[in-house]
């Protein structure tokens, strides 16, 4: 390809320059290249149906930071980030035509709406002669080097693996480009950066004490990685404490990075390989590559079954009879007032900082689902507004599998909460970390709160009319089912 004209790199959720695929090849074949980052206003400053922010609080800072990162960093090679807020596809052609530019360079993204912005960019820079140039980046297998085409791919997640542990290798991730961008010799407006207050989070405060490391931004991630990997304590530990629910090393915590594409899997998987030939491997470094491909796994299926993949049936398309679109019930979930308080906490949690550990998810999950019987579908979506680290994929299909209408259909999906609770959490400590009102309750009573009299609750300091202490005509009520 001869280098003669500009090219627009269009980032996504991609927002990195280790590993972008899209980046490197808009460099290598244009002269110039603008970056450009559009917060689209079908995400930002607007509500779900259900009255949700689509973006919330905790990602729309996460995405800030992220995004004013990636233009600092971008400045370091020549670069300068062009941001817009509105619609994605309007602004980058405006830009791609008062630039006259070749081509937008992006990573192609899969999921239902992403595919309509990407489809409509698409037709209309074809109307003046430019094209859209797609790079793939955010799994740690390339789709092309599957044993099989989309379609074919194993709905159980262990078969998918066994079938292409053996024979795929994860591609090498490139190197951040080096050298300076060529000047640009087209006069774009660089754009400001919104605020929290454009998005309408006037005022916002998030709690990151719980979770004081997701900050946005490759820069970020990058330390984050390092640290993670220099700490051989944390990941030979990785595959007990991973069901932990609280720390800063129990798990990875690259989750945020992973979803806004500040780090690479690819690099990731490129750490943990260094880091066995440094120490060892073990079953803990293993079962991190499992979760990786976990992740791809869901994107997959979100590829082969399309639409069904969110809907109430989910891929199997059944429909369980008891699920409610009980919206009193549901808030009262969202809001952390079931009365459970392992469930309370983690709702809190959820709510000041936006991440929740794997075990905490799946227990507030398995509680709205199975003991409410509430619609998955609600659940999901609230977890789409409040995670810091929503990942389409991720998130709607380990929904439609805690729900049973995913792809594998598994018997452990119903988690008995108290039992969950007394295994996790069994000194409560968890519980007063979020739940503050429980501080002068025995940390071994915690859990078995609903084993007490009204009496000995309010004894302990909590609310007579909150959530915990059972009216008249609850007491005998067992709050938590008992199998
Ligand atoms: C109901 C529910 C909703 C979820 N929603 C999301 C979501 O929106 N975004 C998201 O990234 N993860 C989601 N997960 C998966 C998992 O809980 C998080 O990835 C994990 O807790 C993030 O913390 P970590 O980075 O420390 O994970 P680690 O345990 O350190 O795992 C490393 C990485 O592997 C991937 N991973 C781990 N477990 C899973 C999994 N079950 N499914 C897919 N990928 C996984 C993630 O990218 C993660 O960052 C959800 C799980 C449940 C049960």
Redesign the pocket.
Known sequence: MSKKRRAIVWFRQDLRLHDNVALLEAIHSAIEVIPVYVFDERYFGVDTELGFPKTGPHRTKFLLESVADLRKNLRRINGQLIVRVGKTEDILFDIAEQAKSGWVFCNRERTPMEVTIQDDLEQRLWSIGQEVRFSRGKMLYHTADLPFPIQHVPDSFSQFRKETERYVGVREPMEAPSNSLAQLTVDIDPGEMPSMADFGFEGYHTDRSGNPLFEGGETAGLNRLHTYFNHPDAVDS?RES?SDLSGDLY?????AW??QGCLS?KTIYQELKKYEERYRDSKSTQE?VY??L??DH?RFMAKKYGEHFFEEGGVQGSYQNDWSDDYHTFHKWVNGETGVPLVDAAMMELYQTG????RA??NV?SYLINDLHVNWQL??SY?ESI?I????T??W???SQ?AGVGSEVRDDRYLNIEAQALRYDPHGEYVKKWLPQFKDMPGEKIHQIHRLSPEEVISYGLDPNGPYVPRERERGDQRVPSS
């Open positions: 990785y991973r798990s990875t915590k690259f989750s992973l979803a899997p991190l979760n990786l976990l992740r869901h991440y929740l550990s794997n998810r799946q999950a659940g999901a977890f995670l680290d929503y990942d389409v991720s998130n299909g380990n929904w805690m």
